[in-house]
Structures are given as structure tokens and as C-alpha cells.
């Protein structure tokens, strides 16, 4: 242990142990998960993150190691604790540097966005040295003056590679193209059982497994319309999924991005026109239904359901309305008065 902590002070990281561990030092080959409680600290004792209250909610932080995390100091100091040890770890502004950035991204993680939101557009480097803002004052003013950052860590988990499933922003690329499958299936089988949620859920994840790679390509190369031909399918199912969740405008979003590219996709047309159906655009959904037919004359009938049903709907809801307006126009019965 000693040695060990000499070690990391040679790199500019004082360990201070503050509980010890339960078990003894795990060896931590690449590829192992680590799952561990952080609270970020300035030297002066300012607190800028807690994993324990983050968004309002308790959540741990999970790395796979040898993945490139963008802050490496965290890889470095883990692998020197036991399983349940909590240990701060003051270090050196050059392990702090990029903080900012990875704070940010865990600050819109915990709020349910996009991890990735204000980072876009520029690489993490440049904009460090930029005077780009991260949405946190707090955040801004460390990227504006970089400075020796306090890490108390409680080491929770240390699960062996293999004995876990990884998640899919751990994955390599080819790790995530021979999922996407998997997932497809997962995602028909349970909406099979009628467990839309899950179904929606599973939809949703093989999308943004395949944009995530899609993201690295030409738009109209062979990888990327390849990867799009992916896309497609489980876009559709998912659309489907929000059907019957009643996101009706979500589903008229999406299947028009669709059809932009791919002007004679029966489904996307389909679901778009009971999409419309439902919020009340008839023009619209009897426009695309008419496209439907043409593309596919086999489709007649179902059609034919689908536009009794609206019409049905559009009869129900006018005699509805007549019925409001005549109680609010009608002569109210005079009502007696005394002297």
C-alpha cells in the first residue's frame, strides 16, 4: 500500500484512505467494471458534484476499464482501492484539466439529456482552451482557470469482464453492430407479448446504437445508406410502438424524416396517415392513406377500415360539438322573481 501511494504522489494524486475496504486488492484487467460513489471538490472545499444527490437522485458512476474514459485519473486511482474502501484523492491539475467537460456531461445525463449536449461541435480539447460556455458557472470559471481537484471515492462494485452485460456507449463499434440484431428481436418478441414499453424501449436503443456509428460516416456512402437500411425497420417499430402510446406527432416526425429520404415506403406513409388521422388532420391522413393505395393496391381493405374508422370519429366528435353549442345558444327558462 505504501509503495503504492508513493507512486501515485510521483504522478501528482495524494491518496488519503478514509475507510478501509472489505476484501482484498482485486487485480483489474481491462475490460472490468468498476461501479463507484464520487463527490468532486476545489481545494477550498467547495463541492461541484455528488453521485449521491446528482439530479436528485442517488446514482453511482460505472466505467469499464481500458475504454479511454476521457478523465484517465479516475482509472488510475480505482485501481489502487479494495471493494467497499472510500479514499480521497487529491490531484494535480494536469489529471483535472478535462473535468469541466466530463461534469457537464454527467450534470445532463443525471437531468435525463443528452450527454452530449453543447459538445457537438467542437472537440474537448479545443474547447477547453475556448471561451465556450458549458451552461454551469461553476463549470466555466474551472475551464477558465484549471486547478488541483479533491476526489473522495467509495468503491461499490468491481465485476470481472464477462460477468456482466455491456452497456452500449462501452461497446466498440463491432460489438455494436452484431447487437443491433439481438436487440431487433428482443424488441418484436416482447411487443409480441404486448409489453409495449419494453418493446419501445428496445426500438429505441438499436437506433441510437446504429446513429451513434452512423455519425462517423459520409451521409450517402455505402457504409452510411447501409447502416440507414438498419435504421429503417426498427424506426418503423418503433413508430409503431408510439401509435399505440398515443405520441401521435412524435410518429408524424419520424415518418417524415423517413420519407424524405425514402419516398415510397408503404409503412412509413401508413403510419403517418393514422397519425394524422388521430390528431384530426384529415386532408393529411386521407393524402398519404390515397399514397398507400398506390403504392400497394393490396392494401385496400385495410384502408378502407382505417377511413370508415376516422369518418366514424369525425362524425362522433361533430354531433358532439352541435350538441355543446345548442346548450350554449339556447334561451336559458325565465326563472320566477319576487317583489
Not at 484517465?72 to 474502501?85: N, S, Y
Not at 486547478?147 to 456482466?164: D, M, N, W
Not at 462501452?170 to 460489438?175: G, L, N, R, S
Not at 393505395?293 to 385495410?302: F, Q
Request: one cysteine or more; aromatic letters at 8%; proline letters at 4%.
Amino acid at each position: 500500500m505504501e509503495e503504492e501511494a508513493r507512486k501515485l504522489l510521483e504522478e501528482g494524486i495524494l491518496k488519503k484512505l478514509v475507510s478501509p475496504g472489505n476484501e482484498e486488492l482485486s487485480d483489474f484487467p481491462n475490460g472490468t467494471k468498476v461501479v463507484f460513489h464520487y463527490r468532486t471538490s476545489l481545494c477550498d472545499g467547495t463541492v461541484l458534484d455528488d453521485s449521491r444527490t446528482m439530479g436528485g437522485h442517488s446514482k453511482p458512476m460505472e466505467l469499464i476499464l481500458g475504454k479511454k474514459f476521457k478523465l484517465a485519473v479516475w482509472e488510475r486511482v480505482v485501481i489502487t482501492m479494495r471493494r467497499g474502501e472510500v479514499s480521497e484523492f487529491t490531484c494535480d491539475t494536469k489529471h483535472t484539466s478535462l473535468y469541466p467537460l466530463v461534469s457537464q456531461s454527467l450534470r445532463n445525463i443525471s437531468a435525463g439529456k443528452d450527454p452530449l449536449e453543447g459538445q457537438r461541435h467542437c472537440c474537448g480539447i479545443a474547447q477547453i482552451h475556448s471561451h465556450h460556455s458549458l451552461g454551469h458557472k461553476d463549470l466555466d470559471e474551472l475551464q477558465a482557470n484549471p486547478q488541483p481537484l479533491v476526489f473522495k471515492i467509495e468503491l461499490l462494485e468491481v465485476l470481472r469482464p464477462g460477468s456482466f452485460q455491456l452497456d452500449v456507449w462501452a461497446m466498440t463499434d463491432e460489438e455494436k453492430l452484431r447487437l443491433v440484431p439481438e436487440i431487433h428481436e428482443e424488441g418484436n418478441l416482447l411487443f409480441k407479448q404486448g409489453k409495449i414499453s419494453e418493446a419501445t424501449e428496445k426500438y429505441y436503443n438499436g437506433v441510437a446504437c446504429l446513429k451513434n456509428l452512423q455519425m462517423k460516416e459520409q451521409p450517402g456512402d455505402e457504409a452510411w445508406v447501409k447502416l440507414d437500411c438498419m435504421i429503417t425497420p426498427l424506426l418503423l417499430n418503433y413508430c409503431q410502438c408510439k401509435l399505440l402510446q398515443g405520441q401521435y406527432y412524435e410518429v408524424i416526425e419520424h415518418c417524415t424524416s423517413l420519407l424524405f429520404k425514402y419516398e415510397n415506403n408503404v409503412k412509413a406513409y401508413y403510419k403517418r396517415a393514422k397519425a394524422h388521422a388521430a390528431v384530426w388532420n384529415e386532408t393529411e391522413a386521407r393524402a398519404d392513406f390515397a399514397k398507400v393505395l398506390d403504392l400497394d393496391p393490396s392494401l385496400e381493405l385495410s384502408v378502407a377500415k382505417e377511413l370508415r374508422i376516422m369518418e366514424e370519429r369525425i362524425r362522433t366528435k361533430e354531433k358532439e360539438e352541435k350538441g355543446r353549442y345548442k346548450g350554449l345558444f339556447s334561451t336559458p327558462p325565465a326563472t320566477a322573481t319576487t317583489g
